[in-house]
């Protein structure tokens, strides 16, 4: 087969082009399993945007967006990977084993 200087994908369906997870996570199936159902109904997240502006009065999508992500990256990074910051609020804890 010539090369005609294009790369070509592989063909595999467990690779998404377009995404893939910026670090490594703890469990790759998880993540894409997430993602893939995200990607197919953007509605529900746009349904927990608003619900968190309806929650704090705000009118701005795209800060609160931002505000989201911020929060969501603040407990991936927090000093205990054991602990989420923000569990206590839902009243649930996070599994610690395997990083999880």
């Known amino acids: ?3 005609d200087g294009y ?4 063909e595999s369906d467990d690779i998404h082009l377009g995404w893939a997870p ?3 996570v703890p469990v790759p199936e998880d993540y894409e ?3 893939d159902m995200l990607d197919q109904n953007p509605a ?3 349904l927990g945007i608003v ?3 309806d929650a704090t009065g705000a009118s701005c999508e795209r800060s609160t967006a931002q505000g989201i992500i911020d929060h ?3 407990m991936l990074h927090g000093d205990d990977p054991g602990e989420m910051p923000g569990d206590e ?3 649930i804890g996070y599994a610690t084993e395997g990083g999880c």
């Open 7 to 10: 790369a070509t994908a592989p």
């Open 22 to 24: 910026s670090t490594d």
């Open 33 to 35: 399993a997430v993602r």
């Open 89 to 91: 609020a839902f009243g």
């Open 51 to 53: 619900m968190v502006m």
């Open 1 to 3: 087969m010539e090369d």
């Open 44 to 46: 529900l997240v746009d």
């Open 72 to 74: 969501l990256q603040d």
